[in-house]
């Protein structure tokens, strides 16, 4: 494609101020990159990066936002003919000098801009996570899950909820999922966090707490769900597919849509997610950058 040019912005505000109704054509593609840059700038982070591949009439054709600490998230990009632009914008990230240790992003976009940005640097890569990402309009309830959905209920958590022990179920989602784990007192402080927003969902069986899952990139059209997590010991009974059903009937009350990243090692998930009526949208990876 000719007469690209890269753009980079002071922050991530004006980075949305500029392209925010361009990205959001593609908001499900997009939430990662419309969500940290309104994050990372509310929470001021120094030394971040957002930038965008424009064509001559300045139209958005590919962007990627990063802030140190974290990974770098690109945009979508069009499934044929779209490579022009991601390398472009890999070879002008490379030549900042970031200190960029993972990217993630939907394919086949995602596997360009990585390529060239190692290529840039005489670096490597290795996926860190394949993932699938989930689009829901419908929810479906299986019929061997009613008998569970009627026994159960779904609740936000609480300041009254055992803190401790959710934080060990984040631990262990984190470890699950190939994510940083963070310490206790970290964990304590991230699930209390979600509590007091009332994003994280907990599924009640007989006055306990048996799953958990959080609401995650609240945007125009759209929110996700992350976080889905069953305890070792309360697997195989069903009930993060009653939870899902149930919050994803919620959710949709709100928006258009509703979606979700599952890691594609872990069948059982994948499995649960497209009963209820997840259908799978794009391929989302996670380089690491060795």
Not at 86 to 113: D, K, M, N, W, Y
Not at 153 to 164: G, P, S
Not at 237 to 248: F, K, P
Not at 264 to 281: A, D
Request: charged share 20%; net charge neutral; with cysteine.
């Amino acid at each position: 494609m000719s007469g690209l040019r890269v753009k980079e912005y002071s922050d991530g505000q004006e980075f949305l101020d500029e392209l925010l109704p361009q990205l959001e054509r593609h908001e499900l593609e997009n939430g990662q990159v419309i969500s940290k840059a309104k994050l990372w700038h509310q929470n001021t982070l120094a030394a971040g990066y957002f930038s965008a591949a424009l064509d001559s009439n300045g139209h958005l054709v590919y962007a990627a936002v990063w802030a140190p600490g974290n990974h770098m998230f690109l945009s979508w990009s069009p499934p044929v003919g779209g490579e022009d632009a991601p390398r472009l914008l890999a070879e002008h990230a490379a030549a900042r000098s970031l200190s960029v240790t993972g990217i993630q992003g939907c394919e086949p976009g995602a596997f360009t801009f990585t390529n060239a940005y190692v290529a840039a640097l005489d670096k490597s890569y290795v996926v860190q996570r394949g993932m699938t990402t989930y689009r829901l309009t419908d929810v479906k309830v299986p019929d061997n899950c009613r008998d569970k959905i009627s026994r159960g209920i779904l609740r936000t958590a609480t300041a009254d909820d055992d803190m401790k022990m959710l934080a060990e179920w984040y631990i262990g989602y984190n470890e699950q999922c190939l994510m940083p784990i963070p310490g206790e007192k970290a964990a304590i402080k991230d699930i209390s966090s979600r509590a007091r927003a009332g994003d994280m969902y907990l599924w009640i069986l007989n006055g306990q707490p048996v799953s958990m899952a959080f609401k995650v990139r609240p945007l125009k059209y759209g929110c996700g769900v992350a976080g889905v997590y069953t305890p070792k010991e309360r697997r195989g009974r069903g009930y993060a597919t009653a939870m899902m059903a149930v919050l994803s009937e919620l959710l949709r009350t709100e928006y258009d849509f509703v979606s979700l990243h599952a890691d594609n090692n872990n069948p059982t998930s994948n499995y649960i997610y497209q009963q209820v009526g997840y259908e799978k949208w794009c391929r989302t990876n996670d380089y690491q950058v060795v």
